[in-house]
């Protein structure tokens, strides 16, 4: 099928969620065609014809096979993207790919597919949103101006709800995973693209929920010129209906803390400093399950027409799945 139209052909794979959600999405922006959808229930196939009466909906990613796709979005359970994303270069279905996080399950496949992204060509990019919220932001502005001095300590933590009230034993968090993929990648991600390279000195995990469960963790990293850094994440705090993501970051002229609605500025020797998410401009062009998710497809089309890297790419989101490996390994010792 050619391309006669001018916009951006793009495929989706997976119609959860993020699918169901990236796909609306996609069909705000005028050069855009969601051309493609697929997804293993019948149900949501169904859902989707009627949603997106000129795509080609089908159970089979085969059929992706000569639809002259621009990009292909893998939006699947984790588990899934290693198997798909190889596929899709495999059988030349699309050399742009986007990808919810994490890249993989493991580090080890992930590292296979970033070779084999660099071979194929083309722009790549894993879904670590809050590298696009407005006050993530303005937290790199003022780190890049240095306005801390040297810095010396910082701590982030990944906080929800989502099964802080389920009762020991129950087995409805499994088909999640882990809360450090889950929740604690995101965090991991802001910290690795705000320090740089990072290293992981000791882990801890509590299994709360079922013996195999991983469902609060707490971990200590190295990074450059002997900055220290903590992390806490948890899926089962209690007063966090929506996920919350923050750092403090201690540097030799004062603190910023920062979370996805504020950020504050204390510098010695001066009154505090303080941003709101509404004082940032955090406007987009259609608001739907957040701003920066929008702002994460704006920014990922216009690397597939411009031929530019995308940030968070896959790369960048294989130091997160290094870093994740370390946890792990540190937790098995």
């Known amino acids: 099928m050619v391309n006669t139209y001018g916009k951006l052909r793009i495929g989706v794979v997976g119609l959860g969620k993020m699918g169901v959600m990236h796909s609306c999405l996609l069909s705000t922006f005028p050069n855009v ?35 002259d796709l621009d990009a292909v979005y893998v939006l699947t359970p984790i588990p899934s993207h290693y198997f798909i994303i190889k596929e899709l270069y495999a059988k030349g279905i699309a050399k742009n790919v986007f990808v919810e996080k994490t890249l993989s399950q493991t580090y080890s496949k992930s590292q296979e597919l970033s070779e084999f992204s660099e071979k194929t060509g083309g722009a790549n990019m894993v879904g670590y949103m809050k590298r696009f919220g407005v006050a993530f932001n303005q937290v790199k502005a003022l780190l890049d101006k240095q306005v801390l001095g040297e810095l010396r300590s910082f701590e982030g933590y990944a906080f929800s709800s989502d099964f802080a009230d389920v009762p020991d034993g129950s087995t409805v968090s499994a088909g999640r995973g882990g809360v450090v993929e889950d929740l604690g990648s995101h965090i991991v991600d802001l910290a690795l693209w705000l320090f740089g390279d990072l290293n992981v000195t000791s882990a801890k995990v509590n299994s709360r929920i079922a013996p195999t469960s991983e469902d609060d963790i707490s971990f200590s990293v190295v990074g450059q010129d002997g900055l220290e850094g903590r992390f806490d994440v948890s899926w089962r705090r209690s007063g966090y209906r929506m996920p919350e993501f923050g750092l403090r970051i201690q540097g030799t002229k004062g603190a910023v803390y920062a979370n996805d609605d504020e950020v504050r500025l204390e510098l010695s020797g001066s009154p505090p400093k303080s941003w709101y998410r509404l004082d940032m401009n955090d406007n987009v062009g259609y608001f739907l399950g957040g701003a920066e998710y929008w702002r994460e497809n704006k920014h990922f089309l216009e690397c597939v027409s411009s031929g530019l890297t995308p940030e968070s790419n896959f790369k960048s989101a294989l130091k997160v799945d290094q870093l994740l490996d370390q946890v792990r390994r540190q937790i098995s010792r």
């Open 33 to 67: 065609e969601v051309a493609a959808l697929c997804d293993k229930s019948r149900l949501m196939r169904t859902v989707a014809k009627r949603a997106f009466q000129k795509a080609v909906v089908t159970g089979d990613l085969q059929k992706f096979a000569g639809l």
